[in-house]
């Protein structure tokens, strides 16, 4: 694969990336609130549906505030036309002290430096213990 480093499309994906991911696990969701574009739409495997901006906002301040020391361990980040994929897995704590370990994939798009589609594909038995 050709070195997409320093190419403006790519530098603006990993940009996005990067304070997309920074700002849930500060669980500063107003941030990833100005990332979304108005007419975001957030698509997630456990409901086979998609959210919108508003939606997706709640879903994140829920999610955030029922987890610690929460971080994202990148396994892969390739750009795609007009976004990127990155496998990760997602670790935090939740309040009864069981560690969480939740494999990932998300398909980004980025129009003018915002979210605008958002693919999530999850662990549906790793991530229940959030919910629950």
């Known amino acids: 694969m050709e070195n997409l480093s320093g190419h403006a499309e790519f530098d603006e ?3 996005v990336a990067n304070e997309f991911f920074g700002a849930i696990e500060r669980a500063d969701i107003d ?3 100005a990332l979304y574009a108005p007419d975001v739409e957030v698509w997630i495997n456990l409901t086979g549906r998609s959210q919108g901006r508003a939606q997706s906002v709640k879903l994140l301040r829920s999610f955030t ?3 610690h020391n929460l971080a994202y361990d990148v396994e892969q980040r390739e750009p ?3 976004g990127f994929v ?3 897995v997602l670790r935090g704590e939740l309040a009864s ?3 969480l370990a ?3 994939c998300l398909v ?3 129009e003018d430096g915002r979210i605008t589609r958002l693919y999530e594909y999850l662990d549906s038995v790793a991530i229940a213990p959030v919910f629950a």
């Open 97 to 99: 002290g069981e560690k």
């Open 13 to 15: 994906m990993e940009k």
């Open 108 to 110: 980004v798009y980025v």
């Open 102 to 104: 939740v494999p990932v």
């Open 65 to 67: 505030s029922r987890i």
């Open 31 to 33: 941030a990833v609130e």
């Open 86 to 88: 990155q496998r990760h």
């Open 80 to 82: 795609i036309h007009g």
